[in-house]
């Protein structure tokens, strides 16, 4: 089980009401189950069903987050979308 921090950009943010903090997960799916209990904020939730991902900078992409390997120590970026351009 990797350890790591999670950081949290615009509507996550103020769905989960902090900027960041460590975590402790195998994948990205796993992250986000254990994300989704702990708030237990239906609009976390649904923000993070429609957010992208970066770990350690480089993006999940579509992969099935349950495939997506978190290495030790590494950084996931939650990413809502983002209005306006």
Not at 19 to 27: M, S
Not at 36 to 58: H, I, M, Q
């Amino acid at each position: 089980m990797a350890r790591g921090t999670v950081r949290y950009w615009a509507a996550a943010k103020d769905a989960a009401g902090v900027a960041e903090e460590p975590f402790e997960a195998v994948t990205l799916g796993d992250l986000v189950a254990k994300i989704t209990l702990k708030y237990e904020n239906p609009d976390l939730a649904r923000v993070l069903g429609l957010s992208s991902f970066l770990v350690n900078g480089s993006p999940a992409g579509t992969r099935d987050p349950h495939a997506v390997e978190i290495p030790e120590g590494a950084t996931v970026e939650v990413l809502p979308p983002f209005a306006g351009g």
